[in-house]
C-alpha cells in the first residue's frame, strides 16, 4: 500500500528538529536579503537593521519589522517592472506571475529556477496530502493564465502521474461532459465554482454516485472548512471535500488538509508562520484568532519576511492524527482581516453567514449580505439574501415561518440580528472563481 506520506522524514520530523531547520534556514534567508535585496536594506536600516541579528532560532524572525503588500506594490510602482526587491538578477528569473490584485494594482511575483523546483515539489507533496495518486484523472477547475492556482495544480498532478484535464474556470458545460464521460475521479476548483457544479449536476438530473469523483480539492477562497459548506460539496458531488490555501508570494498550495480533516498543514520546513493580534501586531496565544504571518524560507528570487497575509488563523502545534508535526490551521482560513463586518459593534464574518445558510434545507447556497446605512435612524442596516431550494415554493404563513427561521439561525451564527430577504431562485449571480458575496453601501464607494 502507498504510504500516507509523500515525504515521511520531513512530514513526521519531531517540532524541535523542524525548530532547528528553520533557523538555520532564516538566518540565511536574512542574510541574503541583506546583502542582496536594495528594498530590504533600505527597509531594514530604518528600522536600525544593519546586520543578521545572530539568529538561532525561528522566533528570531520577531526582531524584524512586518512587511506590508503595500511596500511591495510601491517599490514596483517606483521602479517599474519589478522594483529593487529581488535578491537575483532579472535574467534569473523564468516565470513571473501576479497576485489576484482584488484591491489596487496586482505585485508581480517571480521565480528562479531552484524556486520553480521547491514550489513544485511542495505541491506534489500538498496534493499526496490531499489523498491523489498515480492514475488519478484531475479535472483542473481552477483559472490558467497570470492566476497561479491553475497552472500549479497543473503541473504537480501531472509529475505524480495523473492525467490532467485543464478545462479551467469558467466552461461549465465541459466541466459536466467531463465529469459525466471521462468520469474524472479528482476535481479542483473553489469552494463557489464547486458549489455551482453541485447545482447543474442536480438541475440535470445527475446522481453524484453515477460520476467517478473521489476527492474534491478546493482553494482559493475560505469556504470548503465551513461545516455546512463542507457537507452540502461532499453530499452534492458524492467526494471528500479538502481544503488547502496558499499565496502566490510565497507558495502555491502550500497548506494542504489531510485525511483527518482538521485544518491545513503548513510546510514549515519552507516557512515560518506566526499569528499576530491585528491591531498590536504581537503574537497571540496558540489557539487563538489572528492574522497569519509568514517568512519565506526556500524563496530565491523575491522572498517575502514576516509577510502580513491578512488572512485570519488560529494555530495548532499539536500532532495531528495523521502523524504529520507540521503546525496547521484548524477550520482554515476564518476570513480576510479587512472581510470582518462591523455591524452597531457586533462582529462578525460572512464565513458565519455561509454557515447559517448552507444548514438550512429550504434554501439554495448562494447569498448575499447587503450593508446599508439608515440616515433617518442613523445607524447601519444588514439583510441577508437568500433563495430558496429549487423546487420549494412558501406563502404567506409558511413563508413568514420559513423566514423567522432564518433569521434565528442567523442570529444563533453571528450573534447579531439579521434581516432576511428571499429572492427568486437563481436570480444571485454565481461566482466562477472568487465570491464576492458582501456588498457594502455604507461607503460612498463600495467595497
Ligand atoms: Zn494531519
Known sequence: MASVYLDPEIETLPRAALGKLQGEKLARQVERVLRLSPFYRRKYAAAGIVSGLAIKHP?????????????????????????????????????????????GRPFHCVWTKNDLAYTHAVMRRTVWTMGIRPGDIVQNGFAYGLF??????????????????????????RHLDYLTGLKSTILFATPSFAMYLAERLKEAGIAPESLGLRIGCFGGEPGTAVPATRTKLEEGLGIDARDYYGLAEICPGMSPECEAKDGIHFCEDHLIAEVLDPETKE???????????????????????????NDLVRLSTERCACGRTHARAPGGIVGRGDDRINLKGAKFYPTQ???????????????????????????????????????????????????????????????????????????????????????????????
Open 148 to 173: 497561479v492556482a491553475g497552472v500549479n495544480v497543473h503541473l504537480a498532478c501531472q509529475q505524480l502521474g495523473c492525467l490532467v484535464v485543464p478545462i479551467g474556470a469558467t466552461n461549465t458545460e
Open 283 to 309: 503574537p497571540v496565544a496558540e489557539g487563538e484568532t489572528g492574522v497569519l504571518v509568514v517568512t519565506d524560507l526556500s524563496r530565491e528570487a523575491m522572498p517575502l519576511l514576516r509577510y502580513w497575509t
Open 353 to 447: 453567514v455561509e454557515n447559517a445558510v448552507r444548514a438550512l434545507p429550504d434554501l439554495a447556497p448562494e447569498f448575499r449580505i447587503v450593508l446599508d446605512h439608515d440616515h433617518a435612524r442613523h445607524s447601519d442596516t444588514c439583510t441577508v439574501r437568500v433563495e430558496l431550494a429549487p423546487g420549494k415554493t412558501a406563502a404567506g404563513a409558511a413563508l413568514a415561518a420559513l423566514i423567522a427561521g432564518v433569521e434565528a439561525k442567523l442570529k444563533a451564527e453571528t450573534g447579531s440580528s439579521l434581516a432576511v430577504e428571499i429572492v427568486p431562485t437563481g436570480s444571485l449571480e454565481r461566482a466562477m472563481t472568487k465570491s464576492k458575496r458582501v456588498v457594502d453601501n455604507r461607503k460612498p464607494h463600495g467595497r
Open 59 to 103: 522566533e528570531d524572525i520577531r526582531k524584524f519589522p512586518i512587511l506590508a503588500k503595500a511596500e511591495l506594490r510601491e517599490a514596483q510602482a517606483a521602479k517599474p517592472f519589478f522594483g529593487d526587491i529581488a535578491t537575483v538578477p532579472v535574467g534569473d528569473f523564468i516565470e513571473t506571475l501576479s497576485t489576484t490584485g482584488t484591491t
